[in-house]
């Protein structure tokens, strides 16, 4: 193995939906990952394009958004290292269910669906393990969906900026002071509110010394205290 292809196993391995592959099969995934980059606020796929390949993040962040006729969007994801998207064109060939953009500089391993279908076929036991990884993923999303639809705007909100921490420290963040680059437009839209909602709660969490707030993004001073906040 090149050492191009041992950097792309141990990346293969943090991600939750490959983790639990064969060492044998995270090899052959590896196989047919192609390295793409992307500037900070490029278009990466677009809603109603044609899907034939996912995305696994190396290093920088992307957002998914969904456009509503009226021209009003929702924010659906962050992504940051080892998140993937559009994995389900490793399966079919659907269009394209949200737009994908980059935040910052962004680089991807690109998987192209018809080379990992022939892969699943030469390896059945790799479309099993896979399918099984997804199956647990979307059973997360309802949870989460489920949760949502029961929270306040405000717990919502601050479940938000939670995950963004989590984040932000799994990729080496401090445990306090913790930097986000998110608008309160980005925050509303993540949480399903409106933005001035969203900017009400936000200045009651300045207010208490939680958060403080730039030009596109925020310091959350206590990630425990903002915890109080989700329920």
Do not use: K
Not at 41 to 52: C, F, T
């Amino acid at each position: 193995m090149t050492a191009s292809t041992l950097q792309t196993v141990e990346l293969l391995s943090q991600v939750p939906v490959f983790a639990p592959l064969a060492a044998h099969d995270l090899e052959l995934v590896a196989e047919v990952c192609h390295p793409r980059r992307f500037a900070a606020g490029e278009i990466v796929v677009r809603e109603g394009d044609e899907s034939n390949t996912c995305y696994l993040v190396r290093s920088g962040h992307a957002r998914a958004v969904r456009e509503h006729p009226d021209g009003r969007q929702i924010a659906l994801a962050t992504f940051g290292p080892c998140d993937i998207f559009g994995e389900l064109a490793m399966f079919d060939d659907e269009r394209r269910s949200a737009t994908v953009e980059a935040i910052d500089p962004l680089e991807v391993l690109a998987i192209l669906g018809p080379d990992m279908r022939r892969a699943m076929l030469n390896r059945p036991q790799l479309a099993v393990s896979l399918a099984a990884s997804l199956s647990r993923r979307l059973r997360m999303t309802n949870e989460r969906l489920a949760s949502q639809s029961f929270q306040t705007v405000q717990s919502r909100v601050a479940g938000v900026i939670a995950q963004l921490v989590d984040q932000a420290r799994a990729e080496g963040a401090p445990d306090t002071d913790v930097q986000i680059t998110a608008t309160q437009a980005d925050l509303a839209m993540l949480a399903g509110s409106s933005r001035e909602s969203a900017s009400r709660f936000l200045a009651t969490l300045e207010r208490a010394g939680v958060i403080s707030q730039g030009r596109g993004r925020l310091t959350v001073h206590d990630p425990e205290a903002l915890r109080n906040y989700v329920y």
